[in-house]
Nanobody, 126 residues
Framework: QLQLVESGGGLVQPGGSLRLSCAAS????????IGWFRQAPGKEREGVSC????????NYADSVKGRFTISRDTANNTVYLQMNSLKPVDTAVYYC???????????????????WGQGTQVTVSS
């Protein structure tokens, strides 16, 4: 199984920003679609954003469009999620995951992803 490690979470005030990182160990992220998901207490895991293996396609949940940006850094074998204008409803554990979806394919359905990181906590509160 592929190993993914998230980092960059923390406590931030409403309106603030955070950048989450998803680093791979032992394999190249470029061959996989990479998704970001989140899970708040008592709620189901939801897809936040995904970038295709080709990097030509991205998609976002409606709740984060215009505020979050997903990107790849091939040199550092890392995928980032830049989160701006954070709101208390964004509070959750954030996970990155890898999917064998090829080329331009993207998905926000957890069932399409088979390797997961351990998660990083994001708390938005004043």
């Amino acid at each position: 199984q592929l190993q993914l490690v998230e980092s960059g979470g923390g406590l931030v005030q409403p309106g603030g920003s955070l950048r989450l990182s998803c680093a791979a160990s032992g394999f190249t992220l470029d061959y996989y679609a990479i998704g970001w998901f989140r899970q708040a207490p008592g709620k189901e895991r939801e897809g936040v954003s995904c970038i295709s293996a080709s990097r030509r396609s991205t998609n976002y949940a409606d709740s984060v469009k215009g505020r979050f940006t997903i990107s790849r850094d091939t040199a550092n074998n890392t995928v980032y999620l830049q989160m701006n204008s954070l709101k208390p409803v964004d509070t959750a554990v954030y996970y990155c995951a890898a999917s064998p979806l090829y080329s331009d394919m993207v998905s926000l359905d957890p069932i399409d992803f088979d390797s997961w990181g351990q998660g990083t906590q994001v708390t938005v509160s004043s």
